[in-house]
Nanobody, 128 residues
Framework: EVQLVESGGGLVQAGGSLRLSCAAS????????IGWFRQAPGKEREGVSY????????DYADSVKGRFTIVSDNAKKTVYLQMNSLKPEDTAVYYC?????????????????????WGQGTQVTVSS
């Protein structure tokens, strides 16, 4: 059973930075994808950033491009989301999600329904 443990959320002023971590365990295969999603109060869940272990590809939502960076430590099965130049609209609960693949996959998966495993979420609050 895959388990995901997130950490690193908190309260930060606008313009500040935070780094979220997603430690994964229980993968049975070498090919997997990890995504970061967020949900703000009263809003739908949205994808933020994605990583594929098969080819190392990454992608970002337009709203965070240039400010967020996803980095993977494959040996530790840990994915980090470095968030810089944070804005109040980045305030949300951030979730790490993962899926496993029986064979290498090309590119990243961006839809929440494509992920099978979810972490407990970590709160990020950006004050103005």
């Amino acid at each position: 059973e895959v388990q995901l443990v997130e950490s690193g959320g908190g309260l930060v002023q606008a313009g500040g930075s935070l780094r979220l971590s997603c430690a994964a365990s229980g993968f049975a295969y070498d090919d997997y994808g990890i995504g970061w999603f967020r949900q703000a109060p009263g809003k739908e869940r949205e994808g933020v950033s994605y990583f594929s272990s098969s080819d190392g590809s990454t992608d970002y939502a337009d709203s965070v491009k240039g400010r967020f960076t996803i980095v993977s430590d494959n040996a530790k099965k840990t994915v980090y989301l470095q968030m810089n130049s944070l804005k109040p609209e980045d305030t949300a609960v951030y979730y790490c999600a993962a899926f496993e693949a029986l064979a290498p996959v090309s590119g990243v998966y961006r839809k929440a329904e494509e992920y099978d495993y979810w972490g407990q979420g970590t709160q990020v609050t950006v004050s103005s």
